[in-house]
């Protein structure tokens, strides 16, 4: 027996001793559900509290608008079970294809408004065009969305996680916009994008950056002091 | 029962926490990890560095494995993605590196201490000192001017392992030798 399968065997046996029970993975169906019903929970329970845009009965008369906002949510769910299906090791890239067609009808009938919508020009000069709470919506949405899919996805880390973050990204950033057409007068779209998917970046940059040190777990440090 | 069957059998048990199970599984898979290894990596501690990583994250993730599919895919998807994320960094770390060239390896010419000779008593009491990695690698890589591959083979030790312990050898040599004169 060589050096290297004693080193190998040596740390078979302590993995093997470490060997706990494990609470099965439910399918990504379910988790994506799951997370959905989450989502579905906390910009119902921001609804409850700051109530509905003013003229959603009218919007929503507009099969454009309908269409928007029913693009949204589909990218959402479709991304949503995309990120969950690829953090698994044994799924198809192909997931990644999923949520495109929605979120190609979505983001061209993003309008726009929501381009030009950013600053306003009064006569007292340039004004932000976005009310704070329409912006607290987006950082609710965003951070407890995003902290729920990271929940959802820590199995990733190991993996092909940069694929399964930029669809949680997609996910995240579609349902917060389908939230905020709902909830307020402001189109948001193109913030919220910029927003959730430019965290997005920053979280797989950061990920690619640190990945190897993250990755260096105590276990793998020791498994080596074992030769 | 065939092998693919056997293996998902051993991991389902592994997941409700029979440790012989996950054992003979953790053994079974090992010749196959090792195989898929060698199609990236050349350098046997290479090899076993990448088999001992898909070991751990088999552990790690062990319970995102579905029973109702098969284990092999499963396993192979791990071994995949383990791998090229480690060719990744490799070919970042390799691409920040430079060679130890021989100019790398004299004294600084300033203070012309080689033409002054070392104290054989110091500069032995200096390599005795070194941690025992540093020493080891400067035994092999100067004394006895074995080349980094045979090295490497000795000591089970990578190639860039062999590079960075000698080099931070001879700068640890120099601070002293130096400081000391």
Same mark, same amino acid.
């Given at each position: 027996?060589?050096?290297?399968?004693?080193?190998?065997?040596?740390?078979?046996?302590?993995?093997?001793?470490?060997?706990?029970?494990?609470?099965?993975?439910?399918?990504?169906?379910?988790?994506?559900?799951?997370?959905?019903?989450?989502?579905?929970?906390?910009?119902?329970?921001?609804?409850?509290?700051?109530?509905?845009?003013?003229?959603?009965?009218?919007?929503?008369?507009?099969?454009?608008?309908?269409?928007?906002?029913?693009?949204?949510?589909?990218?959402?769910?479709?991304?949503?079970?995309?990120?969950?299906?690829?953090?698994?090791?044994?799924?198809?890239?192909?997931?990644?294809?999923?949520?495109?067609?929605?979120?190609?009808?979505?983001?061209?009938?993003?309008?726009?408004?929501?381009?030009?919508?950013?600053?306003?020009?009064?006569?007292?000069?340039?004004?932000?065009?976005?009310?704070?709470?329409?912006?607290?919506?987006?950082?609710?949405?965003?951070?407890?969305?995003?902290?729920?899919?990271?929940?959802?996805?820590?199995?990733?880390?190991?993996?092909?996680?940069?694929?399964?973050?930029?669809?949680?990204?997609?996910?995240?950033?579609?349902?917060?916009?389908?939230?905020?057409?709902?909830?307020?007068?402001?189109?948001?779209?193109?913030?919220?994008?910029?927003?959730?998917?430019?965290?997005?970046?920053?979280?797989?940059?950061?990920?690619?950056?640190?990945?190897?040190?993250?990755?260096?777990?105590?276990?793998?440090?020791?498994?080596?002091?074992?030769? | 029962?065939?092998?693919?069957?056997?293996?998902?059998?051993?991991?389902?048990?592994?997941?409700?926490?029979?440790?012989?199970?996950?054992?003979?599984?953790?053994?079974?898979?090992?010749?196959?990890?090792?195989?898929?290894?060698?199609?990236?990596?050349?350098?046997?501690?290479?090899?076993?560095?990448?088999?001992?990583?898909?070991?751990?994250?088999?552990?790690?993730?062990?319970?995102?494995?579905?029973?109702?599919?098969?284990?092999?895919?499963?396993?192979?998807?791990?071994?995949?993605?383990?791998?090229?994320?480690?060719?990744?960094?490799?070919?970042?770390?390799?691409?920040?590196?430079?060679?130890?060239?021989?100019?790398?390896?004299?004294?600084?010419?300033?203070? #012309?201490?080689?033409?002054? /000779? =070392?104290?054989?008593?110091? $500069?032995?009491? +200096?390599?005795? @000192?070194?941690?025992?990695?540093? &020493?080891?690698?400067?035994?092999?890589?100067?004394?006895?001017?074995?080349?980094?591959?045979? #090295?490497?083979?000795?000591? /089970? =030790?990578?190639?860039?392992? $062999?590079?960075? +312990?000698?080099? @931070?050898?001879?700068?640890?040599? &120099?601070?002293?030798?130096?400081?000391?004169?």
């Amino acid at each position: 027996m060589t050096r290297s399968d004693r080193s190998t065997a040596a740390l078979i046996d302590r993995l093997a001793a470490q060997a706990a029970p494990v609470r099965r993975l439910s399918p990504p169906w379910l988790r994506a559900l799951a997370f959905l019903a989450l989502a579905a929970a906390v910009l119902g329970a921001w609804a409850l509290i700051h109530g509905t845009r003013p003229d959603l009965a009218q919007r929503l008369a507009d099969p454009m608008f309908r269409m928007c906002v029913g693009a949204s949510l589909a990218s959402g769910m479709a991304a949503s079970l995309s990120a969950l299906t690829l953090a698994l090791p044994d799924r198809s890239r192909l997931w990644a294809l999923l949520p495109l067609p929605c979120a190609a009808l979505w983001l061209g009938s993003i309008s726009y408004g929501s381009l030009m919508d950013w600053v306003v020009l009064t006569p007292d000069g340039w004004q932000a065009g976005m009310a704070v709470t329409t912006f607290t919506t987006l950082i609710l949405g965003s951070v407890v969305l995003s902290a729920a899919m990271f929940w959802l996805l820590r199995f990733a880390g190991r993996l092909r996680p940069s694929l399964a973050l930029a669809q949680a990204g997609l996910a995240v950033s579609a349902l917060t916009a389908c939230a905020i057409s709902v909830l307020h007068k402001f189109d948001a779209s193109v913030l919220v994008l910029a927003w959730n998917l430019g965290m997005t970046v920053l979280v797989v940059t950061l990920e690619t950056w640190l990945g190897r040190r993250l990755l260096r777990s105590r276990l793998y440090d020791d498994s080596h002091r074992l030769n | 029962m065939s092998e693919a069957d056997e293996w998902s059998v051993l991991m389902t048990r592994a997941q409700a926490g029979d440790q012989a199970s996950y054992r003979a599984l953790l053994r079974h898979i090992t010749p196959l990890l090792t195989s898929i290894a060698r199609r990236s990596m050349r350098q046997p501690q290479d090899v076993e560095d990448a088999v001992q990583d898909i070991l751990l994250t088999v552990h790690v993730i062990r319970a995102t494995y579905d029973p109702q599919r098969p284990f092999r895919p499963w396993l192979i998807g791990v071994a995949r993605n383990r791998i090229a994320d480690r060719v990744r960094v490799r070919a970042r770390r390799h691409a920040r590196e430079v060679a130890l060239a021989p100019e790398h390896e004299t004294f600084a010419a300033g203070t #012309a201490k080689s033409d002054v /000779g =070392l104290d054989d008593a110091r $500069l032995h009491e +200096a390599v005795a @000192r070194l941690p025992a990695g540093q &020493r080891q690698a400067l035994e092999m890589m100067k004394l006895k001017e074995m080349s980094l591959q045979e #090295a490497s083979a000795q000591t /089970g =030790l990578s190639i860039t392992a $062999l590079k960075v +312990a000698t080099h @931070r050898g001879l700068k640890q040599l &120099r601070r002293v030798l130096g400081d000391d004169s």
